[in-house]
């Protein structure tokens, strides 16, 4: 920032215009087209943004560090001080999550080409699809918070548009709906956030959201608002990321067809909460007590994800859990500071866990749709690339050295354990080890072992079509050489992303090289003997994990089932919100207090009429009887008047 | 013109009963013509009874423009009664209009029955003009006793002839009370003049004394049963309910009007001096009468029945205005008496339109599917349902706003207040008769041919309705004007009180 | 034609409507009535473009005396505030004819026009009035044509719910009648005539328990027509009973009356008042947002799920009122606009649906999405503007409100972002049970997918939902000056206190007789 | 000289017995009668008050009310015959077709 200068690159609007014309032409011609046309501009869509990233990037490397580029679209609301435009900005954080989006993003849209060959609703599904990149473009280019909720929500309401594709099955529908539920409360705090942020620099004179602006003056901003607004900003980034306490929607939102779970729910939109952190990088440095916070939540959020995904049985849902763990990780590390470590964490999690998504995928497609691991087995003759590629995503994840994910866990745990969170670290290195464990679980009790797939489903037992293995093996190549971009400082041509990013989201300190290559041994050795461990249970003594198993009785109920929180959530919170609704307001507050007290008014009127109307008894003498009455009243009003004054 | 030519060949002291004397002399003509013609003729003997109404009604003008006694004080003649005496006149016409229609098929007497209209009128109109009391008690009893005969003259309708006898018989105890008021009165004060009666109760002394206190109220009683003030009103839904549906129109309207027209010239013109004594009771009245008119209309199904105890709450309103006093109240009332009058006239006369002959009376369920049926009258009727309820732009709605205006310029808030609750509970009532035409299905039911009388009628309320409301002024200037003549005060007094200038 | 502009606008639908009634047989009857409501929307386009954008105060006024000498006079303007609610209401009045005679409107077509094009002169006049008596005239004039349309056109309920909604109104304005009337009268106490022009009116001094009653009589009146939460109870049963035409105008055009007359009348009459009045207002707006979204999450027809999905949003529009902060009141007018446009997409979406499967149960659909997909997209694009997705129109207001309430009380804005939870809650629930699932029964599965006409009507309001969501600048730049005046009027300092002169209007209580 | 009071005094216990007659009484012509009664307990009334205050406006009145109690006798007996007609009663409390 400090010697960066900012430059119009009106391009940037072409990088959202290819999403938005294949969002609207697959809607509109989309089943008049055909398949072929519809694939075609589809992906070409984001194949297209994905090489203006290229460019820009070319451009934004051409520039001093900590430049950027920038276009407007629009203005947006205008209302007295505050002037929000529709802005875009391309600094180094937006352009790794840029080039993230848009390149694996790519790939998965080529997949789906295959994957949805045969579902009938191609359209819509490349419709949301197309929608879903647009969202995700415009949540890390724009340059304002406002920009971003538009990009923060969208892609929360193309995850629900795509978890409930398959809308036929309630169940599928009941899922999407929670993920959008959840988000939403999650997008609350955002909201709130912005408020809390808007009202802190408005009351020193500054009416802004624009992230350049507010990073400059953050000064402005007292730390006690900083906290409330990071804790905001942080609920909002739980729900989108999934982390503890509202991770519950992810696992659900695996009923989605397979390439979603890829793109949204592995490599792009549940990152966003930590490219959101990272971002505000700025605010929550003001915030110790929040950045704790921050780093705490990840690291126990990544182990206790780790713990449940050793105990499901769903291929799909395994890599949920392991996905919530891994976000867990990288909200360590920006916790710790480390928001470039995060970044990078982002960038390979990205590759790996998109091709493990794939991966099954592809397995899946191979078993028409099973997804249920005890019903695999023995595959690796039968799916030969999937299974290669599977395992360079499964030992990228684990973290054994040389793999993506090695480096950038690496550095998470670094900056954990230099920032002082020792207890957090421990935690990560653990949770390292289970996550090699989970892993290798996965990948054994597919691959190898004695084969319980279904007889009927062996004949039609194939590898997947090129459309599909093609982007399998690019990932995995990525899955292999993407963490070279991140060497540790000093060594060959060092930490490029790091650099990268550092005039965006800062730098952390780092230990003596000798220190650092101590912490790395003890957490490739943690997920090493994890990688052993799972050997040992699932390949050379088949029978272990059921003893286990009955040996640890309750604690591996309490596994398998989640450790019941969907049911305590149910019991905590929709119940008691459907019973306020249902009973309480709708058949008691509603029906009883407000409705019947404007009932009771007309009733009260009819009575009134109906006691009244009996005077008149149609009896002439009684009538003369009333009006005596009435004459001796006012004759008695006149005595006492005066008397009174007379 | 007519009447300026008329009235300069007269004497002027025969223009203040101009109009009634015209009235009086078709009540004859119609006497003598209808001896010689036979029932089948009902129809011309309408026509003459209709002619000489308007006649009167012309003849009314001869009385604008002054203000003075005549016949020694006896009647006062001035816009105030020029007001009345036209009003009364076209009431009592559009009465006559109705009961084309309505005295054939119903096989009244139609002799006595035109020749009772039109002394009903002379009553009425004597009322209006009355300077004294012996003229008050002459007019009310002209006007009532000819009334009781119309309300019973059905007489192959038990129901008729029990409402006429209810009627007379109440109506005659109550005009025990209005004499004793007025023997007391006279009593108190030593002359019949009201005048007279006026400057005498300017001392104070003489306005605190029992006897004019036991006076005042015995007339407040002996009018409260004219214009149906609770508690004095319990004859007035059998009456109106028993009565052929024209003379119900003409108890509604025109009886109604004269009794307010005297009420009103009692109280606010002669007797303010005692606004302390009697502002408290009426205070009452107007707000028992409201309330009780509007609570048990909400439990009727026939049609007049509710019609009766919506007078009962129109009565109610005015007295609201009357409660207030000064410039601005006799204004409104007079205006609010208008509009109030051609709604309720066109809602008879959908009434009479609608009216089956075997069974008279109509109850919610024979006004069902009216729109389909018959969708100008259902219009129209829904038309004076709004006017009555006081929606904008109609008369009925101007009338409520000036009576409201005049009693929050005097401070009644929350007498006002009531009106306005009452006025919600109104709505309610008829809009029933709406639902009733616009939403419930009904038998298709063959009307009669309807006369073209009916018709017109029909559509001088309608316009009348509209027109009154949508552009009040000119008709706010002749009320301000009639009153402030009557008061005594400059026109612009009112005006100052009452508009703004 | 400038001249006469807002009177050509008010009244072409009321000869319209005459001549509707009058001339038209069955055959002409609905394209008749359609082109004479194009005709107003026509000029309200023209007025936008003619509209300076610059001016805080009243434009193409028009005045002329009426009852001169009660100071009513036909004073009519448009300021920022009603300039883009009166095309939105003649744009709603065109689509309602449009999609009412493609089968909603089945009987009675000529008196149903006659009725939604007299609704439409109330309502243009109503937003167009400047003079407080002819503001009540056509505020009242609204009343007997919905009215009627619920109690002719409506479902099983209508006599029972044209009643309420009546009943509740008249209780409301005629309170609001009287202290009209006390206002004027007072303030000719000080102005030397009476007048009944609200510009006039704001000059009049009042003691603040004068003040504070009028507020409370007006606030009434406006309240019940919001609905401010407790005094909803019409309102489910009116729009669910109402014909989805009716519903249309009902919840789309008629809503924002209340709302506008708390903008023009009752806050900037008594300022005072209303910023001791403002806690409580903004904690039953707050109240209203989440007692609306539970009881709508409650709601097994849909209407009635939608009907308490406005008494929810409305909430948000009651909160950004009284909030009396500029973003909260630009965002609160912006709401007026944008919820009219979800809510009449919204009925005309479910009206769709009934007009196949003649039923609202939620429980009775499922499935729909299959045969039906346009009619699917429609429905959520118009809920996803109803709970406020941003991109989308809702946001923009709903953005500007919880901003302002968060400067004016951050507690309230926590609690009202709740409603947004909610909202997605019991929206896409009822969608996912409407649209998602299997085809449980078999009605279902043969029904249509939207027709070309059906198309044609709903698809201005998408469009608007997509443009008003991304390019609020044109609108907002328009109704800002009004707002800055409107709040500058709302934080005035009360008026000098002057001590009211009794004298005077007991000069005419007690007139006396001239001897 | 007897006081004018003492003439007001029995006029108003006259007109006291005519309403009660009138409230108690069932048969129509005892009613009817009642209310003579009253007529000419104003009567009483009016015509001492009018020999106190030495003017003749209360005797005028008196022939004025006696006029008209013609009248009313005449229209009432008649109004009561029809009744009798149609309903063969003169039972005040039998003649309720219509209320409430």
Known sequence: MVNGVVVEFPALKLMLLLPALGVVFNLFLGRRAGRAIVNVVSVAAVVGAFLLALWALGELLALPAGSALKATLWSWIYVGPLQIDLGLRFDALAAVMTLVVSGVGSIIHLYSCGYMGEDPDYARFFAYMNLFTLSMLVLVLGNNLLFMFIGWEGVGLCSYLLIAFWYDNAQFAYNGRKAFVVNRIGDAGFLLGIFALAAAFASRGLWTLDFAAMREHISLVSSAVATMAGLLFFLGATGKSAQIPLYVWLPDAMVGPTPVSALIHAATMVTAGVYMVARLGFLYQLTPATMEVVAAVGAITAFFAATVALAQSDIKRVLAYSTISQIGYMFLGAGAGAFGAAIFHIVTHAFFKALLFLGAGSVMHALGGEQDMSRMGGLRRKLPVTHATMLVATLAITAVPGFSGFFSKDEILEAAYVSGHYWLWGLGVITAGLTGLYMFRLFFLTFYGRSRVEAARLPRLHESPAVMTIPLVILALLSLGGGWIGLPAGMLWGDRIGEFLRPVVGQVKSVPGLEALALSAVASAAALSGLVLAFVFYVAAPGLPERAAAWSGALYRALREKYYVDELYDFLVTRPLFFLSDVAFDRVIDSYAIEGLVDGAAAAARGGAAAIRRVETGNVQHYALTYLCGALAVLAYCLYYSMRHG | ?501 | MTANLLTLIIFVPLVGALAVALFADERTVWPAAFIFSLLPLALSIYLLVAFNPHDNGYQFVERRPWIADFGVSYHVGVDGISLFLVPLAALLVSLTLLYASGGDIDRRPREFCFFVLMLETGLLGVLLAVDLFLFYVFWELTLIPIYFIIGIWGSQRRVYAAFKFILYTMLGSLLMLVALIYLVLHARGYLGAATFDLTDLYRVPLSHAQARWLFAALALGFAVKVPVWPLHSWLPDAYSEAPTAGSMLLGGAMFQMGVYGFLRFAIPLFPEVAREAAPLFMALGVVGIIYGALLALAQSDLKRLVAYASVSHVGFVVLGVFALDRFSVEGAVYQLITHGLSTTALFMAIGMIYLRRRTRAIGELGGLWRPAPMLGAILMVAMLSAVGLPGLDGFVGEFLVLLGAYFASWQAAALAVSGLILGVLYMLWAYERVMFGPLAKSADRGIADLAPREVAVIFPLIALMFFLGLYPRPLLRRIEPSVVAFLARAQAAPAPALSFDRAKPQEFAGLRVVP | MTPVSYYLVLGAALFAIGVAGVVIRRNLIVIFMSIEVMLNAVNLTLVALGRALGSTDGQVMVFFVMTVGAAEAAVGLALILAAFRSRHTIKADELNLMRW
Request: proline share 4%; with cysteine.
């Open chain 2, 1 to 501: 013109m007519i009447s300026g030519t008329i009235g300069a060949a007269l004497d002027a002291s025969w223009r203040p009963v101009l109009a009634p004397a015209v009235v009086a002399i078709t009540a004859m003509a119609v006497m003598l013509v209808g001896s010689r013609l036979g029932e089948e003729d009902s129809e011309g003997l309408g026509w003459l009874t209709f002619s000489g109404l308007a006649l009167a009604a012309l003849c009314a003008f001869a009385a604008v423009g002054r203000h003075a006694p005549a016949f020694a004080g006896a009647l006062i003649v001035d816009d105030y009664t020029a007001f009345f005496y036209c009003l009364i006149a076209v009431c009592a016409a559009m009465v006559v209009l109705l009961s084309l229609d309505y005295v054939p098929a119903l096989e009244l007497p139609s002799t006595e029955y035109y020749a009772l209209l039109l002394s009903a009128t002379v009553g009425m109109m004597l009322l209006a003009a009355a300077g004294d009391l012996i003229i008050i008690f002459l007019g009310l009893e002209t006007m009532s006793i000819s009334v009781y005969v119309m309300a019973a003259i059905a007489r192959r309708d038990p129901r008729s002839s029990e409402a006429g006898l209810k009627y007379f018989l109440l109506g005659a105890f109550s005009t025990g009370f209005l004499l004793y008021g007025i023997a007391l009165l006279y009593g108190a004060t030593g002359s019949i003049k009201l005048e007279a009666i006026s400057r005498a109760l300017q001392s104070s002394a003489l306005a605190a004394s029992p006897l004019v206190l036991l006076g005042l109220a015995m007339m407040l009683i002996g009018f409260g049963f004219k214009v149906a003030a609770v508690p004095f009103h319990a004859w007035t839904p059998d009456a109106y309910e028993g009565a052929p549906t024209p003379v119900t129109a003409l108890m509604a309207v025109g009886v109604k009007s004269a009794a307010f027209a005297g009420f009103l010239r009692l109280l606010l013109v002669y007797l303010p001096a005692l606004h302390a004594q009697w502002g408290g009771a009426l205070w009452v009245l107007a707000a028992l009468t409201m309330s009780v008119g509007n609570l048990v209309a909400l439990a009727q199904n026939n049609v007049k029945r509710m019609l009766a105890y919506s007078a009962i709450a129109h009565a109610g309103y005015i007295l609201v205005g009357m409660t207030a006093a000064g410039g601005a109240a006799g204004a409104a009332v007079l205006y609010y008496l208008l509009g109030y009058a051609f709604a309720n006239l066109g809602a008879f006369a959908v009434l009479v339109a609608v009216e089956r002959v075997e069974q008279p009376g109509t109850t919610l369920a024979d006004l069902g599917g009216l729109a389909k049926g018959q969708p100008m009258l259902a219009a129209a009727m829904a038309l004076f349902m709004l006017s009555l309820m006081g929606l904008p732009p109609l008369a009925g709605f101007v009338g409520k706003f000036y009576v409201f205006s005049a009693a929050l310029q005097a401070g009644y808030v929350w007498l006002v207040v009531l009106a306005a609750l009452n006025s919600v509970i109104s709505t309610y009532y008829y809009a029933r008769v709406i639902v009733a035409m616009y939403v419930n299905e009904g038998a298709e039911r063959k009307l009669r041919a309807r006369r073209p009388g009916l018709s017109v009628a029909l559509a001088v309320a309608i316009a009348a309705t509209i027109i009154i409301g949508v552009d009040p002024r000119p008709y706010v200037e002749m009320a301000a004007g009639a009153y402030a003549s009557a008061a005594g005060i400059a026109r612009s007094g009112v005006r100052a009180a009452f508009l703004a200038h």
